[in-house]
């Protein structure tokens, strides 16, 4: 071969070497490129998702949070409705016995029971002088005072003298007691009696009233 | 015998502009590739927290709804709870009201 020949070829293959660490070299550069942006996306997608999973989990909480609260206050509003529905049914029943006690004063049955709790009130009271007070309606009953405390002084072989208060009282029905001698008092107005018993009778009028 | 090393000289010379060149542009996709990689990565960013909040947005109203029908139960519960006191009561108020009128009259 002439040295123009080789001079040629040797040119060539300066260029051609030349040429193919260029392609090297931007295939590398493209490599990098590459991998540039995967890492880039991968960092910016896992710190995202981190984010997400923490926007998710918040939004989630606080809006069970609230929901507890709100059933539970619909659970708490709906017990006190309930509760309080049947309070008042206890209430009606409550003014309706008080109508009924003022409908049957004056019957004989009530005057009976009106004796009956004067002799009671004398038996706890042990007998001697007591002062009765009755509200203006009981007092036109016409009660034979002197036949009941000669009864019970019978009965507890002590004397036993009824006087009727000067003042009268302003109670449904029923009457207050009180011994001369001991000052002590006794309450068996209506009013009285319900209150003492109402802690239990309530029990029992409400089992009574929601029984099915 | 100048012209072969003239040729040789020059030869080296283009080779050196083509590396030169490959280097410049290796450089250039590298700078692009990092300015792509930075949009790439908010717009990655950016879309997975868009759909995280739409889910939260859907989870919170799903949770709303659950809400809404259990409070709308409890009330309906109480409604019929109600009802049902009140026909009970009604069947057995004149014993009741005889229960306390009986010991009203007692001491």
């Known amino acids: 071969m002439s040295t123009v020949g080789n001079l040629d070829r040797l040119v060539e293959t300066i260029t051609k070497n030349a040429e193919e660490e260029a392609q090297k ?19 910016a ?40 529905y049947k309070e008042k049914l206890i209430e009606d029943v409550v003014e309706e016995a008080k109508k009924r006690i003022q409908n049957i004063v004056g019957t004989e049955e ?47 072989k002590k004397p036993v003298e009824l006087r009727l208060s000067s003042d009268v009282g302003s109670f449904v029905g029923g009457l207050i007691a009180k011994s001369i001698e001991t000052g002590i008092e006794v309450d068996y107005t209506v009013e009285g009696i319900l209150e003492r018993k109402w802690k239990n009778l309530r029990v029992e009028v409400a089992k009574q009233l929601f029984a099915e | 015998m100048d012209e072969v090393l003239s040729r040789i000289l020059e030869a080296e010379r283009e080779a050196r502009r083509i590396i030169d060149n490959a280097y410049e542009e290796a450089k250039r996709i590298e700078a692009e590739a990092v300015t792509k990689a930075q949009e790439l990565a908010k717009k990655v960013y950016e879309e ?14 799903r949770i709303e709804e659950e809400t809404v029908n259990e409070i709308k139960s409890i009330e309906d519960h109480v409604k019929n709870e109600v009802e049902s006191l009140k026909r009970t009561a ?11 009128v009986t010991e009203m009259l007692k001491p």
Do not use: P
């Not at chain 1, 070299?25 to 960092?43: L, R, T």
């Not at chain 2, 009604?90 to 306390?100: G, P, R, T």
């Open chain 1, 110 to 156: 009530y005057k009976a029971r009106l004796v009956e709790m004067l002799k009671e009130a004398i038996r706890v009271l042990g007998g001697g002088v007591i002062e009765i007070k009755l509200n203006k309606r009981d007092l036109e009953l016409g009660l034979d005072l002197n036949a009941i405390a000669s009864e019970l002084s019978q009965e507890l």
């Open chain 1, 45 to 84: 997608k896992s710190k995202a998702e981190a984010e997400a999973s923490e926007i998710i989990r918040k939004e989630r909480e606080e809006a069970l949070r609230k929901k507890r609260s709100e059933v539970a206050k619909a659970r708490m509003d709906a017990f006190r409705k309930v509760l309080d």
């Open chain 2, 90 to 100: 009604s069947k057995n108020f004149e014993k009741a009201v005889e229960l306390i």
């Open chain 1, 25 to 43: 070299i931007i295939s590398k550069a493209k490599e990098k490129a590459d991998s540039i942006i995967k890492k880039a996306v991968d960092e």
């Open chain 2, 48 to 61: 997975i927290l868009e759909k995280a909040r739409r889910t939260a947005e859907e989870e919170v109203k």
